[in-house]
């Protein structure tokens, strides 16, 4: 697969369908579950934080369990439906959160708008590092403090046999694993350090949440 034709599959994954966004909203309990209790993990390491920015939010999910967590949250999402869908989410929900249509990419907010930002099951869709380059940069720039990050890890079984599938039959997957330390890379460039690595299981997993802290 070309870059071209991985990033124009990165930009079909944007939700612009309600068909699509509300597929979202119906995953494996279990799955979500899981999922959320990465992200609680991951709130273990954050010092004075109060406000989050959730980007992408998707139809919700995460900003809602932020809210009620007690984080004054917003989140956006480059899909007319996941905004849709995540307003009318939050609504339902009884909580109090600002949704908004943004392109995680050109974020439209100052500097050092929230005190942490998430960026959730992104990532591995991003196909080349100017694309990666582009976001991290858009996230570290609006934070004040924290940049919480998903990736999938190339070390895991699932992305090994991924790998090998791509080169035994030439078909590669849509989901690029990428390695901590070309993340690190990144988040070094705009002066931000690891702060903690979290997988969402002990060894075996694909997704991992990494906590990232501005240096000073
Ligand atoms: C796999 S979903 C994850 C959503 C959410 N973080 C969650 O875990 O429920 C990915 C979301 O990213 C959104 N998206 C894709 N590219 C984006 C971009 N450049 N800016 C903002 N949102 C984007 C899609 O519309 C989709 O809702």
Do not use: W
Not at 37 to 50: C, M, N, Q
Not at 56 to 66: D, Q, S, Y
Not at 98 to 122: G, N, Q, V
Request: proline residues 3%; glycine residues 4%.
């Amino acid at each position: 697969m070309t870059d071209i034709e991985n990033a124009e599959n990165y930009k079909q994954r944007i939700k612009h369908t309600r068909q699509a966004a509300e597929s979202y909203t119906r995953r494996k309990q279990s799955k979500h579950d899981a999922e959320m209790s990465l992200i609680r993990s991951a709130l273990d390491h954050l010092d004075g934080v109060e406000t989050f920015l959730d980007a992408p939010c998707g139809t919700g999910r995460a900003t809602i369990m932020l809210t009620r967590l007690g984080y004054r949250t917003t989140g956006v999402d480059l899909g007319d439906a996941a905004v849709a869908v995540a307003k009318q989410k939050v609504k339902e929900a009884g909580v109090v959160a600002d949704i908004e249509k943004a392109d995680l990419e050109h974020l439209p907010y100052d500097e050092d708008s929230f005190d942490a930002t998430l960026c959730f099951r992104l990532y591995h869709h991003f196909p080349n590092d100017q694309i990666r380059r582009r976001a991290i940069s858009a996230l570290c720039r609006v934070s004040k403090k924290y940049v919480l990050i998903s990736y999938f890890s190339p070390l895991s079984p699932t992305s090994v046999r991924r790998r090998l599938r791509a080169s035994l039959f030439n078909k590669n997957s849509r989901q690029v694993a990428t390695s901590l330390s070309s993340i690190k890379d990144l988040f070094h460039e705009q002066d931000y350090h690891l702060v903690k690595n979290i997988p969402q299981r002990r060894f075996l997993n694909t997704l991992h949440l990494a906590v990232f802290k501005a240096d000073g």
